[in-house]
Nanobody, 111 residues
């Protein structure tokens, strides 16, 4: 069974940047849906960024700060995050096609 693995999280100060990566065991081949979600303590999981064949969409709260992209050299789907805020603190998950969810990666932004 293919598994999704997220990485790149960590502790960063307000205004800092992080780059998250998502890889699927066995490699990423045909993708029609690439998404990044996040879940903060006590809150529902929310969609942060989506990338399809010809479109990308972002949550209003991250527009202009986050960028979803596919790195063909590394065979990953990445989320570049800039100007991070304490409210961005959450566990971040990627969701590829209809693959099972991974464990996520923790992002903590200190004030």
């Amino acid at each position: 069974q293919v598994h999704v693995v997220e990485s790149g999280g960590g502790l960063v100060q307000t205004g800092g940047s992080l780059r998250l990566s998502c890889a699927a065991t066995g490699g990423i081949f045909s993708l029609w849906s690439m998404e990044w979600y996040r879940q903060a303590p006590g809150k529902q999981r929310e969609l942060v960024a989506f990338m399809g064949h010809s479109s990308t969409k972002y949550a209003e709260s991250v527009k202009g700060r986050f960028t979803i992209s596919r790195d063909y050299a590394k065979n990953t789907v990445d989320l570049q995050m800039h100007s991070l805020k304490p409210e961005d603190t959450a566990v971040y998950y990627c969701h590829l096609n209809d693959l099972p969810w991974g464990q996520g990666t923790q992002v903590t932004v200190s004030s």
